[in-house]
């Protein structure tokens, strides 16, 4: 059974960093790409950033860019997101999501965790 | 980036309604598209990909249809468990990107 288990959101202060984690079992980890996606309150669904199966490539959203850096480590089946600069608008519930198919990051997602809460307030 | 309408907003309905959604693509995305649902307090399901392909597991009252811009998602007949959030989400590019949601209401 695929699983993906976020951990590492909470409160932090505009201006601060916070390192998001998502622990995935029950599939093959380093043959698909993931993604994070975030939903601040009340909103809807924003891609934030995709890395490639084997950590090669990774893509990131224009309002994220040069804050966030999304990493795994595929011998301990987890992906990262770092967060930095963090702003009031990056306030939101951070999923983690896995790519359906094999092998590429051009795709849909299939499994989702069960979210993360990151606050960026004084 | 890929700019997806969906319409309408918001839905109010009744149990046994058949219900359509709309999403609109800003350019071309193929069949390049994917529907959610969402409920409160819940991660995104994947109900439809490849704009009409079924994900395994789910009810057989959904259905999806278009490719190009247009694309429909379409609930035969309402039940209790359907009410919910509705997303669209293009997958062409690496850059992929969401609809602003519907939400389906009980009328």
């Known amino acids: 059974e695929v699983q993906l288990l976020e951990s590492g959101g909470g409160l932090v202060q505009p201006g601060g960093s916070l390192r998001l984690s998502c622990a995935a079992s029950?599939?093959?980890?380093?043959?698909?790409?993931m993604s994070w996606v975030r939903q601040a309150p009340g909103k809807g669904l924003e891609w934030v950033s995709a890395?490639?199966?084997?950590?090669?490539?990774?893509y990131y959203a224009d309002s994220v860019k040069g804050r966030f850096t999304i990493s795994r480590d595929n011998s301990k089946n987890t992906l990262y997101l770092q967060m930095n600069s963090l702003r009031a608008e990056d306030t939101a519930v951070y999923y983690c999501?896995?790519?359906?198919?094999?092998?590429?990051?051009?795709?849909?997602?299939?499994?989702w965790g069960q979210g993360t809460l990151v606050t960026v307030s004084s | 980036d890929i700019q997806m309408t969906q319409s309408p907003s918001t839905l109010s309905a009744s149990v046994g309604d058949r219900v359509t959604i709309t999403c609109r693509a800003s350019?071309?995305?193929?069949?390049?598209l994917a529907w959610y649902q969402q409920k409160p307090g819940k991660a995104p399901k994947l109900l439809i990909y490849?704009?009409?392909s079924l994900e395994s597991g789910v009810p057989s009252r959904f259905s999806g249809s278009g490719s190009g811009t247009e694309f429909t998602l379409t609930i035969s007949r309402l039940q209790p468990d359907d009410f919910a959030t509705f997303y669209c989400?293009?997958?062409?590019?690496?850059?992929?990107?969401f609809g602003q949601g519907t939400k389906v209401e009980i009328k």
């Open positions: 490849k704009a009409s």
């Open positions: 029950g599939f093959t980890f380093s043959s698909y790409a």
């Open positions: 989400h293009q997958y062409n590019t690496d850059f992929p990107t």
């Open positions: 999501a896995k790519a359906a198919e094999y092998m590429t990051t051009v795709t849909t997602f299939d499994y």
């Open positions: 890395i490639s199966g084997s950590g090669g490539s990774t």
């Open positions: 350019q071309s995305i193929s069949s390049w």
